[in-house]
């Protein structure tokens, strides 16, 4: 049977295949997006599951918009005004494939940040849209180039991570956020709002969503991937009524609805009176995680390579001097250290510069202080007839 011409110009994910190489034990992977397992909070999930064979109805098909207590509970935790709702879906991943389907023909124009999630990429490419790209400095997406890409290019959408951005852990200033919402409503142009890392800020000061400058053009996805468990496979949508009933139709033809056990396990950790301090767990980990992290980088890169602070999230974007990134990751694994190059996080049309993605949420220190050695050692070897002095990597400080 032939394959659909919207699958077969999907590329096959280089980093399920980093990952795959990566679960070999003796590499370190600093590759994936993945929480640190012990945080998932099994204990404050228990009292629920013990209880979930008292809630026969959790068992039974439900309403496609999500399990009705549940939705309850959100709409009051995300202040949602009368004039909008909140879905549930599986991983906020589907949100995004939802959004995608419900509004974007073939063609259509689609803008983004550069770089960019690639699952973003990957469900905009299935639905065959024209991605257009914004680039990025460290308070956000540059504000002309989006004026001009949205004057020019008439995009239906803006998606964007102002949150601890994958890949680069960029978080939007409040002027920026401001700025962006301006413009989406000059413009009348959607801001998708994908705000999967939102919770894991471990320094700086708290700001707003894009979204509360632009309620009327916005669309927001949450997730409980990086702050409960992935496996759970838990995310919402929220937006206008009118802009989310297409969601629902479309989700009613994907899967009828998710997992209503699974909903009630959110509704019970969600409401558990420890819910809040195991954030505030999670969020000195990957603060100490990250500063591990950092300092191993400022020690032991050599010249030529900068690192973006960050204020948390899961991700240090290091750029590097001109190279070839995939062959460099390919080293890098063969010295048992997993990364991901940067052309993975840019369409393919497109001049990714020379830039590697770190996690630092699901190594130990002495795993990152050692994967940074490793990667040390590589580019000094790489860059050693040019760079015969040994002068420090330069360091971005957060805003
Ligand atoms: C920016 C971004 N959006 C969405 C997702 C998908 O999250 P979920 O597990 O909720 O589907 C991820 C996962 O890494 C992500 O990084």
Partial sequence: MEIAQAV????????????????????????????????????????TIESLTTLRDV??????????????????????????????CTGSQQGLDLIARAYVNPNDTVAMEEPCYLGAMQVFGLAQANLVTVSQDRWGPNIEELE????????KMFYAVPDFHNPTGVSWSLERRQQVAKLCNQYRVVFIEDAPYRELRFSGTPLPLVSDFCPEFSIVLRSMSKVASPGLRFGTVSGKRSDIAPLIKVKQGADLHSSLPVQAIILGLLQHPEFA?????????????YETLFEALQTYLPSGCHVNATEGG??????????????????????????????????????????????????NPEELVTAVQRIAKVLNETYRVNQPHEIKAEFSQSK
């Fill in 148 to 155: 001009r890409c949205f004057k020019t290019t008439a995009p």
């Fill in 59 to 88: 068992f039974q098909y439900g309403p496609t918009a999500g399990y009705p207590p549940l939705i309850e509970y959100l709409t009051a935790a995300y202040q949602l005004p009368g004039t909008h709702q909140v879905i549930t």
């Fill in 314 to 363: 899961m991700f240090v974007w290091v750029t590097l001097p001109q190279c070839d990134t995939f062959a460099l990751a390919k080293t890098l694994l063969a010295n048992q250290v997993a990364v991901v190059p940067s052309p993975v996080f840019y369409p393919p049309s497109s001049q990714a510069p020379s830039a590697l993605r770190l996690n630092f949420t699901n190594a």
């Fill in 8 to 47: 077969q110009q999907i590329q096959p994910s280089y980093i399920r295949e980093i990952l795959a190489a990566a679960s070999d034990k003796k590499v370190i992977s600093l590759a994936g997006g993945l929480p640190d397992e012990q945080t998932f909070p099994l204990h404050l999930m228990q009292p």
């Fill in 277 to 289: 301090d195991h954030i505030g767990n999670i969020r000195e980990l990957y603060r100490s995680r």
